[in-house]
Nanobody, 120 residues
Framework: QVQLVESGGGLVQAGGSLRLSCAASGSFFSINTMRWYRQAPGKQRESVATISRGGSTNYADSVKGRFTISRDNAKNTVYLQMNSLKPGDAAVFYC??????????????WGKGTQVTVSS
């Protein structure tokens, strides 16, 4: 079974920065696409950023130019560098990964989330 553990959340003032990490552990062959989602209270979960195994990235319009997604395949870890944070960015951030098992089955894996709070 695959476990994803996020870290790096916390409280930051508006305009500040945080770097989230999500490390995968367990038994698997490879990790394909990695994603960050967020969910604010009373709102639906939304996609923030995506990175393919080859490094191609996509971002939500609301975070373009402020957030950067990256990955270290050797460490099975995905990162989200968040700069110029706004109060509207506050949410629980989740990592989501397409994890390929040795059998070939691709598992849709989720972390438990890390809270990001932005004070004005």
């Amino acid at each position: 079974q695959v476990q994803l553990v996020e870290s790096g959340g916390g409280l930051v003032q508006a305009g500040g920065s945080l770097r989230l990490s999500c490390a995968a552990s367990g038994s698997f062959f490879s990790i394909n696409t990695m994603r960050w989602y967020r969910q604010a209270p009373g709102k639906q979960r939304e996609s923030v950023a995506t990175i393919s195994r080859g490094g191609s990235t996509n971002y939500a319009d609301s975070v373009k130019g402020r957030f950067t997604i990256s990955r270290d395949n050797a460490k099975n870890t995905v990162y989200l560098q968040m700069n110029s944070l706004k109060p509207g960015d506050a949410a629980v951030f989740y990592c989501n990964e397409d994890v390929q098992r040795i059998s070939g089955h691709v598992e849709d894996a989720w972390g438990k989330g890390t809270q990001v709070t932005v004070s004005s």
